[in-house]
């Protein structure tokens, strides 16, 4: 059991550090592209293996499984396992030194833009909240009388027409 939970906390962490890889340059390209050099080094001196992969059988397990995950199998090509986590890294660190050498940040960005909408659907997120909150405690209000009318034994009224 304790094995699992060690393989499970590792699959996470390697989930994590695969999705800073591949959209770290997004966060922050001063600290992705150097984190991603780090890596292809890290790769290269442990013959094409991450040291977080020693629990897989083959090369690059982690990245075959996640592919395998996405109904991407590329178990067979022995090639293709080992040239497409490098490619999966190299691409987004050379987002990152471009964006990174023209100066351009995306996260105040997108965060100026999403602002910017939700200042606008606020309003009317608020308003809908109040209508199904009171919708929502109107039903249960009303439940409340229809179990206890049941439980005293009382009939409903008779509707009028």
């Known amino acids: ?6 393989k499970l906390a590792s699959e996470g962490f390697h989930i994590l550090i695969a999705a800073f890889l591949a959209l770290g340059w997004i966060i ?3 600290i992705h592209a150097p984190v991603c050099a780090g890596v292809l080094v890290h790769w290269l001196m442990n013959k094409n293996r991450c040291v977080m992969s020693e629990g ?3 090369n690059n397990g982690f990245s075959t499984g996640v592919l395998k995950k996405v109904g991407i199998d ?5 090639t293709l396992k080992t040239v497409l986590p490098y490619v999966l890294v190299i691409i987004p660190a050379i987002l990152s030194v471009v964006l990174g050498m023209k100066g351009i940040e995306l996260v105040p960005q997108i965060v100026k833009v999403t602002m910017s909408h939700i200042a606008m659907i606020a309003p009317f997120g608020l308003v809908l909240g109040k209508l199904f909150g009171a919708a ?9 009388m229809a179990s206890e009318s049941v439980r005293s034994g009382e009939t409903a009224p008779e509707a009028t027409a």
């Not at 059991?1 to 060690?6: G, Q, V, W």
């Not at 590329?74 to 022995?78: D, P, Q, R």
């Not at 929502?136 to 409340?144: I, P, S, Y």
């Open 1 to 6: 059991m304790l094995n699992d939970l060690i």
């Open 28 to 30: 922050s390209p001063a």
């Open 56 to 58: 897989y059988e083959d």
């Open 74 to 78: 590329i178990s067979t090509n022995e």
């Open 136 to 144: 929502r405690d109107g039903v249960k209000e009303g439940l409340a």
